[in-house]
């Protein structure tokens, strides 16, 4: 917002149960694309799936692929003090934390507690783009898929009818369909925040700083 680039983020789980586990984390910003994969102790080709991937970056993308959620978290943490600075980016996501709940950025804190991991986002602008997309006509459709057909009407790399689908893709070891998924879903809200700061006065963004008071 201003002089700030919007950074996507979004989340895979394997569930929503109390035994879910974060299987992706994925970041977009103006360059391309971050994803980092937890294959929960399977093998997957990290260099195979950026070729696979590349055609659909908007850059250049590097997929990241660890064992275990823990270790996601930790690359997370990395990749945010590396490549995000808070004088250049805000962080935004599609209903990753909203006034009244959210999923992405609530789980994330969760399994940084379990993991006993720093919050991987200090002194990071956030806006979400569900706060602003009422500020369009989109036919009632208020879901991400929805409102960027209806905005956008641009064709994903997308391909699952539903976020469903992950959770599968997840347990089958479906690596590429999996962060396809996420790759779509990053681009997809990059892309939103973008068109938002053409048409969406400055006062609807609901900027807020995401570090924690007791850092």
Not at 124 to 146: I, P, W
């Amino acid at each position: 917002m201003g002089n700030l680039d919007p950074v996507a983020f979004d989340i895979e789980t394997s569930g929503l149960g109390e035994e879910a586990v974060i299987t992706v984390a994925g970041i977009a910003h103006e360059l391309g694309e971050v994803i980092i994969l937890n294959t929960a102790g399977r093998e997957a080709n990290s260099s195979h799936l950026e070729q696979t991937l590349l055609e659909e970056s908007v850059g250049s993308i590097e997929v990241i692929v660890t064992r275990e959620e823990e270790g996601l978290l930790e690359i997370l943490t990395t990749v945010s003090h590396n490549r995000l600075d808070d004088d250049k980016h805000y962080l935004t996501a599609y209903n990753g934390e909203t006034w009244n709940g959210g999923f992405d950025l609530p789980f994330v804190r969760t399994a940084c507690i379990s993991h006993d991991i720093d919050w991987p986002f200090p002194n990071l602008a956030y806006a979400d783009v569900f706060e602003f997309v009422d500020r369009f006509d989109t036919n009632d459709k208020n879901d991400l898929v929805g409102v960027y057909d209806e905005l956008v009407q641009d064709e994903s790399c997308d391909p699952f009818d539903d976020s469903k689908a992950a959770v599968d893709a997840f347990e089958g070891a479906e690596w590429e369909s999996l962060l396809l998924h996420n790759l779509a879903d990053i681009q997809r809200t990059r892309e939103l925040a973008v068109l938002a700061e053409s048409y969406v006065p400055r006062s609807d963004f609901k900027m807020k700083n995401l570090n924690p008071p007791g850092r």
